[in-house]
């Protein structure tokens, strides 16, 4: 009976995954791009919900964006943990439990119905230059890293920075960990394009379109 139950669970969970990701939060998803990702089964391996691989549950996830906006105005959105639930996409609820001028913590839950999942977060700023956050309570993840650096961007454009960001994680489920196989891409570029849109609502319009240095490593030279 647990058996079926989980099945069903999971298998509308997928569902509901891939449905918010087709039509809720499009994105165009060239603008960032994965290095070093493992999260990719093979295609007989994402035939089925529930054929776990063998391989490791670690995976990455890395973007490097250069953007209309200052680091000033991208830094103040990223360290707004306490309106995530407002923007970032999944984000059922953001609560900061303490907070200084260079470090907060914060409970949050995540996920997609009927699942929600919660774990607290340890959050390093450095204004305006990085925003770092940890998951250490190790109920929902083994691992959680979460990297935001960010650096000048073009000389000729004031209002204008190069974005880094980086996600490592691994989940202590498997059931978890196979979701991630199937949606990880997608999920981190949503979460990175959610953060420069709401730069774009709070200070208006960018300077630029956003361009991936990863594939136009020359652009920061012009």
Not at 86 to 109: E, G, N, R
Not at 125 to 137: G, I, R
Request: proline content about 4%.
């Amino acid at each position: 009976m647990s058996i079926k139950m989980n099945f069903s669970k999971y298998y509308s969970l997928g569902r509901v995954i891939l449905y918010s990701l087709q039509k809720n939060y499009g994105f165009q998803g060239h603008y960032v791009n994965n290095i070093d990702c493992h999260c990719h089964a093979s295609q007989h391996q994402k035939r089925t919900l529930f054929n776990f691989p063998k391989s490791s549950r670690k995976r990455e996830y890395c973007g490097r964006q250069l953007v209309g906006y200052t680091m000033e105005q991208m830094f103040e959105v990223v360290s707004d943990v306490e309106n995530y639930y407002k923007f970032v996409p999944w984000c059922k609820q953001s609560v900061v439990l303490t907070k200084t001028s260079d470090h907060l913590k914060a409970d949050l839950i995540v996920g997609f119905p009927p699942i929600n999942e919660s774990y607290t977060s340890y959050v390093t700023l450095v204004k305006p230059y990085l925003v770092k956050a940890e998951c250490k309570d190790g109920r929902l993840f083994h691992h959680l890293l979460t990297l935001w650096r960010f650096s000048p961007g073009l000389k000729r454009e004031q209002q204008s920075c190069v974005v880094d960001f980086q996600i490592t994680f691994e989940f202590r489920s498997a059931f978890h960990s196979h979701l991630s196989n199937l949606f990880f891409d997608q999920v981190a570029r949503q979460m990175e394009g959610a953060f420069i849109r709401e730069v774009g609502k709070r200070h208006g319009p960018a300077t630029m379109p956003p361009t991936n240095l990863l594939q136009n490593s020359n652009t920061l030279k012009s």
